[in-house]
């Protein structure tokens, strides 16, 4: 399985910003998806995560209430809304594949996509 994730940018603060996780085959759409990103200077953390058929996500305290998860199988597709964003945002996201929904682990995930990047202004 590949992921691929788009839609970063560079936004203001406030702004809003939808990413996407395209996979390029439909087993990915058989286990839970997780969203992480990694800021400059900083390690990899958890943002999001959703079960396989969508009915259960969670979410890492600082984005709860601005972000949301959500995925689309019969497009192969995965999404990040991120709205009222803030400069502490400013990070490369990922996308990737875990067995075990609820996890936050890294070493869980697979199938890393490349990241895109997201820089909010203040």
């Known amino acids: 399985v590949q992921l691929q994730a788009f839609g970063g940018g560079l936004v203001q603060a406030g702004d809003s910003l939808r990413l996407s996780c395209a996979a390029s085959?439909?087993?990915?759409?058989?286990?839970?998806v997780g969203w992480f990103r990694q800021a400059p200077g900083k390690e990899r953390e958890f943002v999001a995560g959703?079960?396989?058929?969508?009915?259960?996500?969670y979410y890492t305290d600082s984005v709860k209430g601005r972000f949301t998860i959500s995925r689309d199988n019969a497009k192969n597709t995965f999404y990040l809304q991120m709205n009222s964003l803030k400069p502490e945002d400013t990070a490369l996201y990922y996308c990737a594949l875990t067995f075990r929904y609820g996890s936050q682990r890294q070493e869980e995930h697979h199938w890393w996509g490349q990241g895109t990047l997201v820089t909010v202004s203040s």
């Open positions: 085959t439909r087993t990915a759409n058989t286990v839970a």
């Open positions: 959703i079960k396989w058929n969508g009915a259960s996500t």
